[in-house]
């Protein structure tokens, strides 16, 4: 079992950044992959940026160059420093876990673009 806390969220001006963090319970530094999604109201829940514990990294074609996903093992921790932030970007963004086939999703953060 993993348990994921997602923190960060808040409301910020268009063109503000934010940091989002996910802790969690356990070690990260084992193999495994940690993703951000988001999900704005009615919309489906869209992959936002990945991390794998190997290094790699993925991100969603709308947010390249203007979100990077960073992880400290240490902490147990991701990050996702969003920067440029457009009010289309409004909505909860939520931590997955990945190892061994199973899923561990946190909470959520709201994230709320608006002037």
């Known amino acids: 079992q993993v348990q994921l806390v997602e923190s960060g969220g808040g409301l910020v001006q268009p063109g503000g950044s934010l940091r989002l963090s996910c802790a969690a319970s356990r070690s990260i530094a084992s193999i495994n992959t940690i993703t951000w999604y988001r999900q704005a109201p009615g919309e489906q829940r869209d992959l936002v940026a990945a991390s794998t514990s190997d290094g790699r990294t993925n991100y969603a074609d709308s947010v390249k160059g203007q979100f990077t996903i960073s992880r400290d093992n240490t902490q147990k921790t991701v990050y996702l420093q969003m920067n440029n932030l457009k009010p289309a970007e409004t909505a909860v963004y939520y931590c997955?876990?990945?190892?061994?086939?199973?899923?561990?999703w946190g909470q959520g953060t709201q994230v709320t673009v608006s002037s």
């Open positions: 997955k876990y990945t190892i061994f086939g199973f899923d561990y």
